[in-house]
Protein backbone atom coordinates (compact mmCIF):
# COMPACT_ATOMS: atom_id res chain seq x y z
CA UNK A 1 0.00 0.00 0.00
CA UNK A 2 2.77 2.29 0.80
CA UNK A 3 4.15 2.12 -2.70
CA UNK A 4 0.79 2.93 -4.13
CA UNK A 5 0.46 5.85 -1.83
CA UNK A 6 4.25 7.17 -2.93
CA UNK A 7 4.09 6.45 -6.78
CA UNK A 8 0.02 8.14 -6.83
CA UNK A 9 0.46 11.01 -4.50
CA UNK A 10 4.47 11.33 -3.39
CA UNK A 11 5.53 11.18 -6.88
CA UNK A 12 3.05 13.16 -8.75
CA UNK A 13 2.93 16.03 -5.94
CA UNK A 14 6.93 15.88 -6.70
CA UNK A 15 6.56 16.84 -10.47
CA UNK A 16 3.84 19.00 -10.15
CA UNK A 17 5.88 21.25 -7.69
CA UNK A 18 9.09 21.19 -10.17
CA UNK A 19 6.35 21.55 -13.19
CA UNK A 20 5.64 24.89 -11.48
CA UNK A 21 8.54 26.23 -10.57
CA UNK A 22 9.70 25.41 -13.97
CA UNK A 23 6.59 26.70 -15.75
CA UNK A 24 5.52 30.17 -14.27
CA UNK A 25 3.50 32.72 -16.22
CA UNK A 26 4.74 36.05 -17.05
CA UNK A 27 2.35 37.69 -14.18
CA UNK A 28 4.31 35.64 -11.83
CA UNK A 29 8.49 36.34 -13.03
CA UNK A 30 7.42 39.73 -12.95
CA UNK A 31 6.34 39.79 -8.90
CA UNK A 32 9.09 37.48 -8.55
CA UNK A 33 11.64 40.06 -9.69
CA UNK A 34 9.44 42.62 -8.03
CA UNK A 35 10.24 40.89 -5.16
CA UNK A 36 13.50 40.55 -5.16
CA UNK A 37 14.11 43.98 -6.18
CA UNK A 38 12.12 45.47 -3.08
CA UNK A 39 14.32 42.74 -0.88
CA UNK A 40 17.54 44.44 -2.57
CA UNK A 41 16.49 48.12 -2.33
CA UNK A 42 15.63 47.46 1.52
CA UNK A 43 18.59 45.73 2.04
CA UNK A 44 20.99 48.94 0.58
CA UNK A 45 18.29 51.06 2.82
CA UNK A 46 19.36 50.05 5.78
CA UNK A 47 22.76 49.49 5.01
CA UNK A 48 22.70 53.35 3.90
CA UNK A 49 21.10 54.33 6.91
CA UNK A 50 23.58 51.88 9.29
CA UNK A 51 26.54 53.94 7.39
CA UNK A 52 24.87 57.32 7.52
CA UNK A 53 24.69 56.42 12.04
CA UNK A 54 28.49 55.04 11.84
CA UNK A 55 29.63 58.64 10.09
CA UNK A 56 27.10 60.29 12.52
CA UNK A 57 28.81 58.95 15.95
CA UNK A 58 32.03 59.40 13.90
CA UNK A 59 31.78 62.63 13.80
CA UNK A 60 30.25 63.73 17.28
CA UNK A 61 33.36 61.73 18.75
CA UNK A 62 35.96 63.44 17.05
CA UNK A 63 34.03 67.02 17.63
CA UNK A 64 34.52 66.07 21.56
CA UNK A 65 37.91 65.24 21.19
CA UNK A 66 38.15 68.45 19.67
CA UNK A 67 36.38 70.51 22.08
CA UNK A 68 38.16 68.55 24.87
CA UNK A 69 41.67 69.75 23.13
CA UNK A 70 40.31 73.15 23.74
CA UNK A 71 40.52 72.92 27.68
CA UNK A 72 43.92 73.92 28.64
CA UNK A 73 46.76 75.83 27.19
CA UNK A 74 48.84 72.70 25.93
CA UNK A 75 46.12 71.06 24.00
CA UNK A 76 44.96 73.99 22.90
CA UNK A 77 48.22 75.27 21.13
CA UNK A 78 49.09 71.72 19.78
CA UNK A 79 46.80 72.03 15.64
CA UNK A 80 48.42 75.77 15.13
CA UNK A 81 51.87 74.48 15.89
CA UNK A 82 50.97 70.61 13.72
CA UNK A 83 50.24 73.14 10.82
CA UNK A 84 53.16 75.34 10.67
CA UNK A 85 55.52 72.47 11.15
CA UNK A 86 53.69 70.05 8.41
CA UNK A 87 53.20 72.99 6.24
CA UNK A 88 57.25 74.27 7.09
CA UNK A 89 58.82 71.06 6.75
CA UNK A 90 57.07 69.52 3.93
CA UNK A 91 57.73 72.58 2.11
CA UNK A 92 61.59 72.60 3.03
CA UNK A 93 61.87 68.82 1.82
CA UNK A 94 60.22 69.97 -1.42
CA UNK A 95 62.76 72.91 -1.58
CA UNK A 96 65.50 70.90 -1.08
CA UNK A 97 65.23 67.89 -2.47
CA UNK A 98 67.79 67.74 -5.50
CA UNK A 99 66.89 71.53 -6.35
CA UNK A 100 70.68 72.89 -5.17
CA UNK A 101 70.92 74.14 -8.49
CA UNK A 102 67.71 74.61 -11.15
CA UNK A 103 64.60 74.82 -9.00
CA UNK A 104 62.28 72.32 -9.92
CA UNK A 105 59.73 70.53 -7.42
CA UNK A 106 59.23 67.02 -8.58
CA UNK A 107 55.39 66.01 -9.71
CA UNK A 108 55.54 63.53 -7.25
CA UNK A 109 55.41 66.51 -4.46
CA UNK A 110 52.11 68.13 -5.95
CA UNK A 111 49.59 65.46 -5.23
CA UNK A 112 50.97 65.31 -1.80
CA UNK A 113 50.86 68.89 -0.78
CA UNK A 114 47.01 69.01 -2.24
CA UNK A 115 46.06 66.50 -0.20
CA UNK A 116 48.17 67.46 3.04
CA UNK A 117 47.23 71.21 2.35
CA UNK A 118 43.45 70.53 2.44
CA UNK A 119 43.68 68.33 5.05
CA UNK A 120 45.50 70.57 7.39
CA UNK A 121 44.33 73.56 7.02
CA UNK A 122 40.63 72.85 6.35
CA UNK A 123 40.70 70.52 9.60
CA UNK A 124 42.18 73.47 11.42
CA UNK A 125 39.56 76.29 9.48
CA UNK A 126 36.53 74.12 10.00
CA UNK A 127 37.10 73.24 13.83
CA UNK A 128 37.74 77.20 14.16
CA UNK A 129 34.66 77.78 12.35
CA UNK A 130 33.16 75.42 14.35
CA UNK A 131 33.93 76.26 17.75
CA UNK A 132 32.99 79.84 16.70
CA UNK A 133 29.61 79.11 15.86
CA UNK A 134 29.27 76.66 19.38
CA UNK A 135 30.76 79.45 20.99
CA UNK A 136 27.81 81.94 19.58
CA UNK A 137 25.29 79.36 19.88
CA UNK A 138 25.90 79.05 24.20
CA UNK A 139 26.00 82.66 23.92
CA UNK A 140 22.51 82.85 22.84
CA UNK A 141 21.29 79.83 24.78
CA UNK A 142 22.50 81.50 28.12
CA UNK A 143 21.08 84.44 27.05
CA UNK A 144 17.44 82.88 26.63
CA UNK A 145 17.95 81.44 29.72
CA UNK A 146 18.25 84.97 32.06
Partial sequence: MKILDFLSGGIVE????????????????????????KAGLQY????KELDF?????????????????NQNFIT???????VVYVVVMFTAITMLDGNIGDFQ???????????LLIAVIG????????????????????KSEI
Fill in 14 to 37: SVGKVADNLFTSDEERLEKENEIK
Fill in 44 to 47: NLKN
Fill in 53 to 69: EFQKDENENITKRWLSD
Fill in 76 to 82: RIVRPFV
Fill in 105 to 115: IKQSYIPIFET
Fill in 123 to 142: AYFGSRGFEKVASIKKGNDA
